[in-house]
């Protein structure tokens, strides 16, 4: 693939090295070698990597951590709240349902440089509304006024779930060739990719008190719209045979589905090109197609990957559960990686 | 009680003033209203608030999270990541073995200005040496590289624990007058109160490269001691019916035992004076008793509450769990809060 032009931007440019997070990561994973007795919690192993699983006395748990990023800086600069403490809840349980799990609860932790009550309230009626989108409820959390180490908020939360009766992990194991892939419309760029999106809108001087062309709302609360939370799907589908893979697009993009299974092809026929503020970040930033797709959801949030049969049914079924939106997006070949034949574009694996 | 002279200091006059952390956190709570139904996990009250506990299927599970705070910033100066590394699991397993679950693992929140493998491999080597103490695994985590949000490491954890066969959990409901509380040494100032500790280091223009006298180990290896892990003092005792409260002595220090029964008075009639390094804080800042032992765990980290009965087979047992350094440090009286009748101190409750 021919380099892009020098104007063109990339997540790396704007300060997130992928590589050098890897090698860190490597180190540390490589110094942690100790396995606990099986009497302690037996992990589960699988490739999905969205959430550990532990197996804990009759039950299994997943457990999954992650922070909203760099979005909060944008949510500071706009004085709104709310979106971000939604994310922290989305964030954490749209992991979960990637491994079919329903998530029972969550703890926040919040490392601010001066605590706000104003602050404060807003992003407890955001982490109210992501736990009802849930399901699930808020079960401590740990509150750290650490000037001296954070300029912004950093929002972290960990979330924990369960299979219910019989229900087994999703790990993606029964993917194979033929396969339909499902997805579900984002609700924008999530909580992913904002240190890039705040370097395009530095940079293009955007106006986020007025809606873009073709839009009705200010763009920065398009830019701050909460993460869909796809729970609801999951849910529905996560205990049934013909499911046999579940992937959030989150950091990463469309690279998410290469952790489900190394030994199939994931063909995206269908995922949408860059509309708008996608399309609005790709003109912005003069960036490639390889890596929007790489860095975004590219307007589809979460995928399910189903057995060929009882498509219409399955639809119907999502429909129900609050996802009309509903569609096949592409499908599972032979082969490994992902790729997306509109553009050209081939993935080797997730990072 | 004398208010403390003017050149004295305090934990709020160090920057962390904890009224706007409970104005603050109150207003988050009180917007958080949703409770998911039961068969979505359920909640299990009690007082304790060391961990959130959840019933799951047939399995009670325990969460909790928490930061190693500031501390990490003398890590960074004296470039040493292995204790707080430590310090991570060891400030979330503690606060498991405190409602008497056993950990059977933890997930890592890192949020970085940017990854060195160097330090990333000192952490997970110090991470590696909490999970041997505490016997659990590493469950998953997440890097965040986020220099826009942090100036330092911000080093956070997620650890869950259950309840082997038919222990229950340690919430204090049981705790009554008569009952003796058994002290566990600390390791130090353990995670807690550092933004403090670095003024008075300021203050003093300490040598942290050179021992204290009276010790053999340079002044900064002797802050950085990791927080002593608890888990198999908390696993030998746990389960016994003599066993009625388990407090960890962290932020907050002597006050957290007011966290177990506010239907009863806790009384240090044994608790440690202010010594070694708690001795030189003491000096260094000119600090109010009351203000010591309400900010550091001032040489205990780790208090059983058990009834009077069997002290020295609890004792016998506690030695052979790896602490021999148990020992009575007080009793449960008829009254609320906690007293320290040496200092004639005394506090209404945890905050």
Request: proline residues 8%; hydrophobic residues 40%; contains cysteine.
């Amino acid at each position: 693939m021919a380099a892009p032009p020098p104007t063109s931007w990339t997540y790396a440019r704007s300060g997130v090295d992928r590589t050098s997070v890897r090698s860190a990561l490597a180190a540390l994973l490589g110094a942690v070698r100790y396995r606990p007795p099986p009497s302690n919690g037996r992990a589960v192993e699988g490739p999905g990597h969205y959430a550990g699983l532990v197996r804990v006395g009759r039950e299994t748990i997943a457990i999954t951590t992650d922070t909203v990023g760099t979005k909060v800086l944008l949510a500071e600069q706009l004085g709104r709240w709310e979106e971000v403490g939604e994310d922290l809840v989305a964030v954490n349980v749209n992991d979960l349902a990637a491994v079919g799990a329903r998530p029972c609860g969550l703890v926040d932790c919040l490392s601010v440089p001066s605590p706000s009550p104003p602050v404060f309230a807003a992003l407890g009626r955001g982490i109210d509304r992501g736990l009802r989108a849930a399901g699930c409820g808020l079960l401590g959390g740990e509150t750290a006024v650490v000037p001296d180490i954070v300029r912004g908020h950093d929002l972290g939360g960990t979330a924990i779930g369960f299979f219910p009766r019989d229900r087994r992990p999703v790990i993606g194991e029964r993917i194979r060739p033929g396969d339909l892939l499902i997805g579900l419309a984002s609700s924008g760029f999530h909580a992913n990719g904002f240190t890039l999106v705040r370097r395009l809108l530095e940079r293009t001087r955007a106006d986020l008190d007025r809606p873009r062309p073709g839009t009705t709302i200010p763009f920065g609360q398009e830019l701050l719209a909460p993460t869909r939370v796809y729970v609801p799907m999951s849910e529905v589908m996560a205990g049934r045979p013909e499911t046999h893979g579940l992937a959030h697009i989150s950091g990463g993009g469309v690279r998410n589905l290469a952790r489900l299974n190394p030994r199939v092809a994931f063909v995206l026929d269908d995922w949408p090109r860059p509309e708008g503020i996608f399309r609005w970040a790709m003109e912005a930033g003069e960036i490639a197609p390889e890596e929007m797709y790489q860095t975004f959801n590219v307007g589809i949030g979460f995928v399910l990957v189903v057995a060929p049969t009882h498509r219409s049914e399955i639809l119907r079924r999502l429909a129900r559960a609050g996802a009309p939106d509903a569609r096949v997006v592409g499908h599972v070949a032979r082969g490994r990686g992902v790729e997306v034949p509109t553009f050209g574009l081939s993935y080797r694996g997730y990072d």
